[in-house]
């Protein structure tokens, strides 16, 4: 069971960074002028806080969920 859980955490933590710098980036504006949305990076600081909660055994299962809902943005978002 901690193998996939980490294995999760891994390939989530990764979907999520590089999709929150993608989408927060001037990368996909459609001006010339560089325009950074933050916004977008509080979804990995949601996934951060999520990876913390899992460390404690009280607080796991509120971790997952934190971790799924990060994850799932994106993950609609590509659908």
């Known amino acids: ?3 996939i859980r980490y294995t999760w955490l891994l390939l989530s933590g ?3 960074l590089l999709f929150s710098l993608w989408m927060s980036g001037p ?3 459609e001006t ?3 325009e950074y949305r933050l916004q977008f990076m509080l ?6 806080v999520g ?3 899992q460390m404690k055994e009280k ?3 509120l971790g ?3 971790t799924i809902i990060a994850a799932a943005f994106y993950v609609v978002l590509m659908v």
């Open 27 to 29: 990368g996909i504006a």
């Open 59 to 61: 607080r796991r299962v």
């Open 43 to 48: 979804l990995f600081v949601l996934w951060v």
């Open 14 to 16: 990764v979907w999520v």
């Open 1 to 3: 069971m901690k193998f």
């Open 64 to 66: 997952i969920v934190l």
């Open 51 to 53: 990876f913390v909660l």
């Open 32 to 34: 010339d002028t560089p």
